[in-house]
RNA sequence: GGGGCUGUAGUAGAGUCGGUUACAACGCCGGCCUGUCACGCCGGAGGUCGCGGGUUCGAGUCCCGUCAGCCCCGCCA
């Protein structure tokens, strides 16, 4: 039988009491994290969210709560009262925070009873993952994944402070919205009221927070679940969290100031981190030619270095052939003391580069006396030799790795092998936060297979004021006013300047290959409000998951999700996705294809 | 759609070259213990070796398939 709580009322969360407490009558509830039976003394550490207390129980001040105790297991909920005392000399534990004190229990009540958890609820056992988000109740109980939600909470507090210091209001937008093409995969939502048709969940609240700014909110903020139905990686979850601002009146340089606020509020108002303003920019071009990617770690160096111009006309046929070709590049970084590396770190690094489709990783080792250790140093001249050695600042015990290829997968490979290196090498702290914001995206690429242009970032960004004349001409070549803030090799987020101007919107659509009928259908709306006055305006979204998985210090985006989903999209607590009544698809004019059934 | 890693008591692991009854730890249950704090001591229970098939006299171990979790490529305006 469990006790009743009574007219009890809790006095302190177990972690705050100290020793300026002692003599306090005090009254605790919280779960039981262990229970220490010593015959005659019963110690129990009481848990809430707030930390562990230890509670004495003496069989000779109160038998009956020394029998309560003795009945108490793990996980148990109670609630106790007694006196905030000092505990005797030699026993103050420094490990805990409330260490210095105990609290000799008078009365225990059970409020209720529990199974023993499916694992245990210590910092000590590393459980699987699977087992953890079935009883994410539990899982949740833990210190550590409490403090990550509690950091989470504190971040979307201080970006509301400052988002509303800033003028910036909080206005919902619609959940069950409108499919549009281009971007991710929707999320559908059958409409009963309107059978055969579908509402999308938002990928983003982009088109709402526009038509905003048209309606003259002028700066609009919002904290918003996003919806993208695509694969799921280490950092990528099919809902995912926004911080979602639009600004009226504004440039890029006007959004980057007000959002580097944002940001460095929120880094000193969680963990106490001053960041030193303003973040440096770099535009997208020289992102690549310097590191490769468009998401640079800064926390080093390694920089990507372009031998194009040296090893064309060299002997060595795969370097010389890729020079001459259009679109070639032959690259290098220069692995600092790395000569040490074995055949099979070398070969696990020619694997690594596979995967972003390089076909090889020519390397070289720079011996103590300075010469070439190198399957490919028989194919250069001296001269060439140290042509390469002077552009890559090489000494004795470098080693020196080269990809050669297209532009793109040259810099993709040398640039995902820099980050993989800065990785292997312990180059990166946890502790150390660079950011830096990558600006000039190319407005558009183009998709050979489908032959055509897409948006690099959406198609209501607008194109640089100077690049605007060759939009026509060169579209290839456009720039957009959008930027990306990085951190830490991670792109945390991103936004652009509009298009405000409704013809410029068409033309862009036009670009797109979405004919003007098909844009009418799809963003009608979006074109007629912008011809009814809208104003400059521009904005950013970030993702609060990824800054949180950064400030926690976390790899994985699901440390910082209360009830996450598995890499197959699942939740393994309430096992959705599931099968529906047939009751349900019939109001809903949906019939399942036999495939769909026999799975 | 593709590549890789993992799967053995409740938990996290060991298990050699294919060979007798699958190990020890933590947890759990019982007993003892009045200053522990990941308490200690004694005893006990607990196994579909993810699942299915194959090779073999014999499979946790080798092979094939499959399921689940994770990491990655593609995908993610």
């Given amino acids: 039988m469990n006790d009743i709580l009574g007219n009890w009322k809790r006095s302190h969360y177990c972690g705050q009491l100290r020793a300026t407490d002692i003599g306090q009558e005090v009254c605790v509830m919280g779960w039981v994290q262990r229970r220490r039976d010593h015959g005659g003394l019963i110690f129990i550490d009481l848990r809430d969210r707030d930390g562990i207390v230890q509670l004495a129980l003496d069989p000779d001040r109160d038998p009956e709560a020394h029998a309560k105790a003795d009945r108490v297991r793990n996980e148990w909920v109670i609630a106790a009262v007694g006196k905030v005392s000092p505990r005797p000399e030699g026993t103050v534990n420094p490990k805990m925070p409330t260490g210095e004190v105990e609290i000799e229990i008078s009365e225990l009540r059970i409020l209720n009873q529990a199974q023993n958890p499916p694992f245990m609820l210590d910092e000590f056992t590393d ?6 988000l079935k009883y994410r109740y539990l899982d949740l109980r833990r210190t550590s994944v409490q403090n990550c939600l509690m950091l989470r909470h504190k971040v979307t507090r201080s970006a509301r402070k400052y988002l509303d210091d800033n003028g910036f209001l909080d206005i919902e937008t619609p959940v069950l919205t409108k499919s549009t093409p281009e971007g991710a995969r929707d999320y559908l939502v059958p409409s009963r009221v309107n059978a055969g048709q579908f509402y999308a969940l938002p ?3 982009q088109i709402f927070k526009q038509l905003l700014m048209v309606s003259g909110f002028d700066r609009y903020a919002q904290i918003v679940k996003c919806f993208r139905d695509e694969d799921l990686r280490a950092d990528r979850q099919p809902e995912f969290t926004q ?30 981190v001053e960041l030193k303003l303003p973040m440096p920019r770099i535009s997208y071009a020289e992102a690549m030619d310097r590191f490769g990617v468009d998401n640079p770690d800064l926390r080093f160096d390694m920089e990507l270095v372009d031998i194009t111009p040296i090893v064309k006309g060299c002997g060595f046929k795969v370097f010389a052939s890729v020079a001459e070709q259009e679109g070639g590049l032959v690259k290098a970084i220069n692995a600092k003391g790395c000569a040490t590396f074995s055949r099979k770190e070398l070969d696990d690094l020619t694997e690594f580069v596979a995967i972003y489709g390089a076909k090889g990783l020519a390397w070289v080792k720079i011996q103590e006396d300075g010469s070439w250790q190198s399957p490919i140093a028989k194919f250069f001249t001296e001269q060439e030799l140290a ?7 090489a000494e004795p015990g470098d080693l020196l790795l080269f990809g050669a290829d297209t532009a793109t997968i040259a810099n993709e490979a040398l640039g995902r092998l820099r980050q993989h290196l800065g990785q292997k090498l312990g180059m990166v702290s946890k502790d150390d936060f660079r950011f830096v914001w990558v600006t000039d995206f190319p407005l558009l690429e183009w998709d050979s297979e489908e032959k055509r242009h897409f948006a690099v970032h959406h198609p209501f960004t607008a194109p640089l004021d100077e690049d605007v004349s060759h939009i026509d001409t060169d579209p290839g070549k456009v720039r957009a006013k959008a930027y990306d803030l990085v951190l830490n090799g ?10 405000h101007d409704s013809s410029v919107q068409q033309k862009m659509f036009d670009l797109l290959g979405i004919g003007e009928e098909e844009a009418r259908a799809k963003f009608g709306f979006l074109l007629d409000a912008l011809a009814f006055g809208a104003p400059p305006h521009g904005g950013i979204a970030f993702g609060l998951d990824r800054l949180v998985m950064i400030l926690a210090g976390t790899d994985s985006i699901r440390d910082v999700i209360a009830f996450p989903k598995t890499q197959k999209a699942t939740c393994l607590l ?3 996705p599931s099968e529906v009544d047939e009751k349900q698809l019939r109001e809903l004019n949906i019939r399942l294809s036999a495939r769909a059934k026999k799975d």
Avoid: H, W, Y
């Avoid at 979602?244 to 959004?255: A, H, I, K, T, Y």
């Avoid at 042509?387 to 600042?393: C, V, Y």
């Avoid at 991670?490 to 298009?499: K, M, W």
């Fill in 243 to 272: 911080i979602d601002c639009e600004m009226s009146f504004v440039d890029r340089d006007d959004v980057m100031d007000i959002m580097e606020g944002l940001i460095s509020t929120i880094f000193k108002e969680t963990i106490g």
């Fill in 127 to 132: 459980v699987a993952e699977n087992l953890r």
């Fill in 387 to 393: 042509e390469i050695g002077k552009t890559l600042d």
């Fill in 574 to 576: 309430s096992e959705a």
């Fill in 203 to 205: 990928q983003s609240p």
């Fill in 490 to 499: 991670s792109e945390i987020g991103g936004g652009s300047i509009r298009i």
